[in-house]
């Protein structure tokens, strides 16, 4: 089975300052990776996926950036933090179709932003 | 577009008490994938179970069950006996099968059972 791993677990960050979380896979190859945001506690939302090495959905606007540098890392980047850019970061791993296969989701990272 | 209603926000139960969690949703596709996934305290969602459209047999693992109804868009899932552990946010989600679809998620449902 395959297992996720993000880091960091937690970060504080001041407003304006740049941001990048790693998230890599093991246990898979050419898997599907995803980044959503868990705002308030609650509700997921997709933010970025790739398909493959260099490739990158965006789902939404935003002042965060995706890349894709090896087949099972997944970076999320921002130039320059918001405080709305504050919660909880999840990586997800799928094989396959995403619809026909269920999304391993690693451990996340909590961000807040001051 | 698809969208997963989980009305129930909140629900507190004692332990043992059997409770059931609500899931509705809206597809055009007649080929979809419904999933449920548990989110403990420690923030790691948690697979539960998928099922296809073209299956609407119900399952049973353990104390958990679902109840797929295609006439009524609904998915729902129940634990008997409820216990401790329990306790978490539920969250339903679905995907059109096609291309690289993603999941649409619902907003979760957050389970409380006490001792």
């Known amino acids: 089975s395959q297992t996720i791993h993000q880091w960091p677990a937690t970060l504080v960050q001041p407003v304006g300052s740049p941001l990048s979380l790693e998230c890599t896979v093991e246990g898979t190859s050419n898997p599907n990776l995803y980044w959503y945001r868990q705002a308030a506690g609650r509700g997921l939302q997709l933010l970025f996926y790739?398909?493959?090495?260099?490739?990158i959905s965006s789902e939404v606007p935003q002042n965060l950036s995706a890349s894709r540098p090896q087949d099972r890392q997944f970076i999320l980047s921002s130039k320059k933090l918001l405080l709305s850019d504050s919660g909880f970061y999840l990586c997800?791993?799928?094989?396959?179709?995403?619809?026909?296969?269920?999304?391993?989701f690693g451990p996340g990272t909590r961000l807040t932003v001051l | 577009a698809q969208k997963v209603t989980q009305a129930q926000t909140e629900i507190s139960v004692v332990e043992k008490e059997d409770v059931t969690l609500d899931c509705v949703y809206e597809?055009?596709?007649?080929?979809?994938?419904l999933f449920w996934y548990k989110q403990p305290p420690s923030g790691e969602l948690v697979f539960l179970i998928r099922?296809?459209?073209?299956?609407?047999q119900n399952e049973i693992s353990g104390r958990y069950s679902w109840n797929f109804q295609k006439s009524t868009s609904s998915f729902n899932f129940t634990i008997t006996a409820s216990q401790v552990v329990d306790s978490a946010v539920y969250f339903c989600a679905l995907s059109e099968a096609r291309g690289y679809s993603t999941l649409t998620f619902g907003k979760g449902t957050m389970l409380l059972v006490s001792p």
């Open positions: 997800a791993s799928a094989q396959g179709l995403a619809g026909v296969n269920e999304q391993f």
């Open positions: 597809t055009r596709d007649t080929t979809y994938y």
């Open positions: 099922r296809n459209s073209f299956d609407e």
């Open positions: 790739s398909v493959g090495i260099g490739q």
